[in-house]
């Protein structure tokens, strides 16, 4: 079945660094992407729309230029959180649909950032 | 604008017996999909069962069946047979066109040996 591989699982930065989390579709082509967050015990909260060739779309309250999403071909969808800080810290999660199978969404692992 | 209801945070079931987890769901559409989705302590999203509106009958796969009411806009997941494997999170979702998968907020199934 179809994969989608996010990478890395986890990562440790210090506060106001840069952090780039992928998100690849494997075997399927995907025009669309979700990235996703989820704080502990509760539901995954849609951060943004990652629409490959153009900008993303992004959630009320959800802030554009710090989370940034790039969507540069139809198999990669990137998210990099920049200038980090602890409140930052959560778990990111992809997905990605496979128009093949009517509209079945696959997700990542998830990536845990921890912000120091 | 899609709505995704569920009003169990927890629920525990015996180990071999049946439990049901309950999902309402509000929206404006005519055509739309309906997910419950497992979310073990990997934290890995997994797809137990999928259902189209369209369709009267009720998505069935092994162990797990729905309860689709439409005009009630409810969305139950039935789990039978329950194993220990089956312990985790389980979230219900909708979405609808190009709409992104809206979730509920979730309830934790616990099984008990």
């Known amino acids: 079945g179809a994969v989608v591989s996010q990478h890395p699982s986890w990562v440790i930065c210090k506060s106001g660094t840069s952090v780039k989390i992928e998100c690849r579709s494997l075997d399927f082509q995907a025009t669309t992407m979700f990235w996703y967050r989820q704080f502990p015990k509760q539901s995954l909260m849609l951060m943004a729309t990652?629409?490959?060739?153009?900008?993303?779309?992004?959630e009320q309250g959800v802030e554009k230029d710090k989370f940034l999403i790039n969507h540069a071909s139809l198999t990669l969808s990137t998210l990099t959180v920049t200038s980090a800080h602890p409140e930052d810290s959560s778990f990111y999660i992809c997905s990605a649909a496979d128009r093949r199978s009517n509209e079945k969404l696959f997700f990542g692992s998830g990536t845990q950032l921890s912000v120091l | 604008a899609q709505t995704v209801t569920q009003s169990q945070p927890e629920m525990s079931v015996q180990e071999a017996e049946t439990v049901t987890l309950s999902c309402t769901y509000d929206t404006s559409e005519s055509d739309y999909y309906l997910f419950w989705y497992k979310q073990p302590p990997s934290r890995q999203m997994i797809l137990v069962i999928r259902?189209?509106?369209?369709?009267?009958q009720n998505a069935t796969e092994n162990r797990f069946s729905v309860n689709f009411q439409k005009a009630a806009k409810s969305f139950s997941l039935k789990i039978s047979d329950s194993q220990l494997g089956d312990a985790a999170m389980y979230f219900c979702a909708s979405v609808s066109g190009n709409t992104p998968l809206v979730f509920g907020k979730g309830t934790r199934l616990s099984v008990i040996a």
């Open positions: 990652s629409n490959e060739g153009s900008k993303a779309t992004y």
């Open positions: 259902q189209e509106a369209y369709k009267q």
